[in-house]
Every structure is written in structure tokens, then in C-alpha cells.
């Protein structure tokens, strides 16, 4: 039978659905899979039973249409009906009785038609419910690869917040995030109970592991304190403190070699020092960096909610005053913050400011005090100290302003300038006719730090004249001792120019002989308490004795500070100490009054000269 025309412009050009014809009618199986493939259908047929499911299974067809005349039996017809049904597929069943329909219309088909068969209307029906089905199919792949899709980008999403929020390094939460969930603690409804305490953790010295050791073995060290105090927050031994226990715990990598630590709960302030020294502890354990121990150090600052910061911002500002603080005492150390440190770092600030001012505007000067062998009483150098004569608050002490110039920074100019100064100071001498001595200058650590310091004092030598071994760096004991290997090697650089190395303050910090052998110094100043002690205390005599006889045999040269008396001079001379410096002979003078000193004067009685009183009892420690 020829297809209408009508029908045939009908029919669209798109790939053929598949068309499962069940039926066991002759007629059927002969005329059906035409009509269906002159509606645009792919026509197949099998029989019911087992090859009708297996064609189901394995075609897959857009439509089925079932002959329910077709002698299936009720099992047969609803095992049909089952594997369509669980695979989404029509039915047009064709029912030749009222049961028939009833039982395809509450078996769930798609269509039902009467007998006998129109294929004409069948085939349609079956185009349109294959259709559908494929679009309904395509919608649901469509709908899968759109969930897959969102799936994905909030996948991504996650990745980005994560990488965001956490530090790749060490894979603690980042600054960012630290301060979110420190606020979102603050901020939740119930509050947080009991205390909150804020830590702040601050490697000490973290720069020689990179110079020393590189950038990768600094990772490694870093990684490693992440993990430590990971463990901390992780640890319920850290946190179980009597009857109170933390209820709340972070930490995160802020920055550089900067870590934070929340800790939450009825926790007293006694608990917080606690848990600031096992902190310290556990960051203190030897770390294995390529075969070799290193042993960082920290410094820790504590801010606590409620009374010190209402936000996160403001328990880091505050944490970070008491870090400073910490730091400022030596390292290693933790402090908590306490109002009076604010009012000191603007007292400090404040300062720093004028010192800056002062500094630029030429108000610094420099006062030179002699240095005199003790067997001849002969001038054999100078010192040059640093002062500052304030404009409104008249001349400020060293120890007030040198400790501010140096946490900021300034005192690599300022140090510079001295040095400069020292030395065409002392070139000013030797034009004038006097003989060649030692120029002595102080060293701030802060130039030590920089790298260059070498380069440095070797142009100064060049452009004032003056030979090396003319110049003397004085440097802190307590400050050059915990020095890294890098600033070792800056000072024996300093040995080989020519320059003289000395070791100011010795007796007041860590002295320890296997430093001295490991330092390239040629000597030694005896701390000023050991002198004045040893008039009344023969314990102090013992140890400056001790002092000099262990410095003698390193073939270290020995120099008393602060001597103001005949009766202590004698005491230098009994040691064998080879020089000394103090009021005995004069205080620090300007150029001119100590230009007469050279010119004649007699050393060896206490007297003024022109441009310094004697310091009070508070001013006699390092001065630049």
C-alpha cells in the first residue's frame, strides 16, 4: 500500500526512534514494521515472551506496541508491561476486549487502540509517543548533565574557597580565614563561654634558617610548626587543664612565619600561660632539615575576649603589642597584653617621630671618651657615643631612644652616620699632629642584620683615610651571642678588612667560652657592675679575674668599663686588665676638650671636662 502524499510531508527529516512491534498476527508482523517505517520509525518485531524482553533490553526502543490479542498470557503480558515501565519506554498496547483496555490503562501504557488496527493511526500514535519519550529522555540527560554541571561548579566553588582560606604550605586555615571564625566565635548568638584567648606566634630568628639552610628547608621548618600546632589544637592533653577544659580551638598560618592560636573556654588567665609555654615547648623540639637539628625558637603575645578586643582585628592588634613586647625581652618568651604596653608604644611612636626629625635636622652629636692602658695611663683611643639634645626636652638619655631607633629601623642610618663621623673625626686628629689611636664605635645589631655591613665600614675607611686596624666595632654580648652563622660570618669579613672586633657588656649575658672561641673578637669589655662590685664584694673581684685570666689565655685583651676611683684602678692593675675608660679620667667630651686631653692633660683623677656631666646611676649601661 502506497503512503498518502499528505503523509509523506509529514514526515521530518531526523533520525529514525525504533518502533518494537510485540504481536504474533500475521497480518501485523507483515504490515506493521512498514507503516511504521513510512511514519519515520525504525520497525522491528518479536514475539512476546523471551525475545520480546530480550529486544527491550538490548534495542532499547523509543516505543513498544503491544498486541495484547497476541496469546501472552497474563504473566507473559505483564513482564511486558514491567520492563517498559522500568525503563521509561510507552506502550501503545492494542486491546481487542473492555478487560484488555482496563487491565493497560492500570498497568500504566502510554495509548491504547481498538481492533481491529488502523496502521495508519497506529504508526502516528507510536511517532508521537516515541518523540516524546526521546524528548522526554533528552530532558532528563539534559537535567543530569545541568546537576553535573552545578555539581562541578560548586565543586570548583569549594576549591576556590578553600584555596582562599587555606595555606598551601602548611594546609592550616589562612589569615582570612582565621579572622572569620574568630569573629563568627565572638559573634554567636550564645557567646562564647567563659574566656577567649587570642595567641600570637612569631618565629624568632626564622631568617638564618633560610640564609643558612634554604628557602625549602625554611618550608620545611614551617611546615613542620604548622603541624605542631595542629596537634596542639587537636591534642586534649594540651587543653585539659585541671577541672576547665578549651571548648574552642583554632590555629592558622597568617603569614611568613607568623601563626594564630584561639582558645576558648572557663579557661583563668593562670590556664592561658599554661597552655603559652607548652606552646613554646612543643615549638621548641628539634626539627630534622636535611640530616641536620635545627631548634626554632618563638615569641608569643596574648590578647583575651572580653576586655582586650571585641572583633578579631582588635585581639590582633593587641596580640600583637604583647608579641613585641615579648620579643623586646629577649625572645622566647610569651607576654600578655596590658594597657600600660599601648601608652608605651606611643610614648615610643611618638619618639621615634622626633627622633627621625631630630635626626634629619642635624641634632644628634657624638661625645668621644678616652681609652687608657692601665700600666702607663697613656690615651691609647676614644669611644665615640651617640647623644641627643632635644629642643624642648633637653638632652635624652641613650638607653631611652637607641632601643626605639633600633626596633624601627633607624638605626642603620644613624648607625651609619656614626661611624662616618668616628672616623673623620679621628682623621681630624692625626692632620692636627696628635699620633694615631683607636676609634671605637658601636655597632647596633640592625646593621649586623643587613648584610652588608663589610661593604659598608670598608668605603667609610676608604673615604675618611684611616687605616683598618685604627677602627674598633664594639657589639652587645647579649645580642651578637645569639647571632646566626650568616652574622658570624659578617664579623670574621670585619676581622679580614683589619678591623678591631670587642665584646661590650661581657658578664651580663649568656657568656660562655665556646662563644668566645667561635667569635673573631680582640677584646673584651668587663660589664661596669663587676667593677664597682669589686671594691666590696670578692666574689665579684674573683669572677673579673676569672675574666681576664680566661681572656688573656684566648689571647683576648681585657678592658674595664665605668672606673671612677684610685681604688678601682688598683684593682685593674692586680687582675692584669690591659685598659680602661670611666670618669677617672674624663666623661665623654666634646672633640675639642678631648683634643686637650691628648694635647696634656694628666690622666688618672676625676675631672669635668667641657660638654658631659657625670651620668646618673640609670645611664651607665650600653650607650652608641
Known amino acids: 500500500m502506497e503512503v498518502p502524499e499528505p503523509l509523506r510531508e509529514e514526515i521530518p527529516r531526523v ?93 500504566g501504557v502510554a495509548d491504547v487502540m481498538r481492533r481491529p488496527i488502523d496502521w495508519r493511526i497506529a504508526s502516528h500514535r507510536a511517532r508521537r509517543l516515541a518523540r516524546s519519550h526521546l524528548s522526554m529522555r533528552e530532558l532528563v540527560e539534559a537535567r543530569s548533565a545541568l546537576d553535573r554541571a552545578i555539581s562541578l561548579a560548586a565543586q570548583a566553588s569549594l576549591d576556590r574557597e578553600r584555596q582562599i582560606n587555606i595555606d598551601r604550605l602548611t594546609r592550616l586555615p589562612n589569615g582570612r580565614a582565621f579572622r572569620r571564625l574568630v569573629d563568627r566565635t565572638l559573634a554567636a548568638p550564645s557567646g562564647p563561654r567563659g574566656t577567649v584567648g587570642l595567641f600570637l606566634v612569631d618565629l624568632d630568628r ?51 612565619d607568623r601563626f594564630g592560636l584561639m582558645v576558648g573556654g572557663a579557661l583563668a588567665t593562670e590556664e592561658l600561660a599554661e597552655i603559652a609555654r607548652k606552646v613554646l615547648e612543643r615549638i621548641s623540639a628539634r626539627v630534622e632539615v636535611d640530616g641536620v637539628a635545627v631548634y626554632p625558637s618563638a615569641s608569643l603575645g596574648v590578647a583575651r575576649w572580653p576586655g582586650e578586643g571585641r572583633s578579631a582585628e582588635e585581639l590582633l592588634r593587641h596580640s600583637e603589642t604583647a608579641l613585641l613586647d615579648a620579643k623586646r625581652r629577649g625572645g622566647g618568651l610569651f607576654s600578655f597584653y596590658r594597657r600600660s604596653l599601648d601608652e608605651l608604644a606611643g610614648q615610643k611612636l611618638e619618639l621615634d617621630t622626633q627622633l627621625r626629625r631630630s635626626f634629619e635636622r642635624g641634632e644628634l652629636f657624638l661625645r668621644y671618651q678616652p681609652l687608657l ?34 626596633e624601627t629601623g633607624l638605626m642603620v642610618s644613624i648607625g651609619g652616620w656614626v661611624l662616618e663621623t668616628a672616623c673623620r673625626q679621628l682623621r681630624s686628629w692625626i692632620d692636627a699632629g696628635h699620633p694615631p689611636m683607636r676609634m671605637a ?100 673581684a674573683a669572677i673579673a679575674a676569672a675574666i681576664t685570666a680566661m681572656a688573656h689565655r684566648l689571647d683576648i685583651a681585657v678592658i674595664a668599663e665605668g672606673v671612677e676611683s684610685d681604688e678601682e684602678l688598683g684593682r685593674l692593675r692586680d687582675w692584669g686588665c690591659d685598659e680602661y675608660q670611666g670618669f677617672i679620667c674624663s666623661p665623654p667630651a666634646a672633640p ?3 683634643a686637650s686631653l691628648l694635647n696634656g692633660t694628666s690622666p688618672g683623677s676625676p675631672r669635668q671636662l667641657e660638654g658631659e656631666t657625670r651620668p646618673t646611676p640609670d645611664e651607665t649601661g650600653r650607650e652608641l
Not at 43 to 65: F, H, K, N, Q, S
Not at 82 to 91: G, S
Open 15 to 107: 533520525e529514525r526512534p525504533l518502533a518494537l512491534l510485540v504481536c504474533r498476527d500475521t497480518g501485523g508482523r507483515r504490515w506493521g514494521p512498514r507503516w511504521l517505517e513510512r511514519a519515520g520509525l525504525e520497525g522491528i518485531v518479536a514475539p512476546p515472551g523471551r525475545e520480546a524482553l530480550r529486544a527491550i533490553e538490548l534495542r532499547d526502543p523509543g516505543v513498544v506496541i503491544f498486541d495484547s490479542a497476541s496469546r501472552a498470557g497474563g504473566r507473559g503480558r505483564d513482564k511486558i508491561y514491567q520492563a517498559c515501565t522500568a525503563r521509561d519506554v510507552p506502550i501503545l498496547a492494542i486491546c481487542a476486549t473492555e478487560k484488555q483496555i482496563q487491565h493497560a490503562l492500570e498497568s
Open 206 to 256: 626564622f631568617g638564618a634558617i633560610n640564609a643558612n639552610y634554604g628557602r625549602e628547608a625554611g618550608d620545611a621548618v614551617l611546615a613542620r610548626i604548622g603541624s605542631r600546632l595542629s596537634e596542639c589544637v587537636t591534642g586534649g592533653d594540651l587543653f585539659a587543664l585541671g577541672r576547665r577544659r578549651a571548648r574552642t580551638a583554632a590555629v592558622a598560618r597568617l603569614e611568613n
Open 373 to 406: 692602658e692601665v700600666k702607663s695611663g697613656r690615651v691609647v683611643g676614644a669611644e665615640a657615643l651617640l647623644r641627643w639634645d632635644h629642643p624642648e626636652r633637653g638632652e635624652i638619655a641613650p638607653l631611652d631612644f637607641i632601643p626605639v631607633a633600633e
Open 441 to 540: 664605635v658601636n655597632l647596633s645589631l640592625c646593621q649586623l642584620r643587613r648584610g652588608d655591613l663589610p661593604q659598608t665600614v670598608a668605603k667609610v675607611l676608604r673615604d675618611a683615610g684611616i687605616e683598618a686596624g685604627l677602627l674598633e666595632l664594639e657589639l652587645s654580648e647579649r645580642g651578637v651571642l645569639r647571632q646566626d652563622a650568616d652574622s658570624i660570618g659578617q664579623l670574621r669579613a670585619l676581622k679580614a678588612l683589619g678591623v678591631r672586633l670587642s665584646l661590650d657588656d661581657f658578664g651580663t649575658g649568656d657568656s660562655v667560652i665556646a662563644h668566645l672561641r667561635r667569635l673573631p673578637i680582640d677584646s673584651l669589655k668587663i660589664d661596669r657592675s663587676f667593677v664597682v662590685g669589686a671594691s666590696e664584694n670578692e666574689q665579684d
Open 592 to 594: 675639642e676638650a678631648f
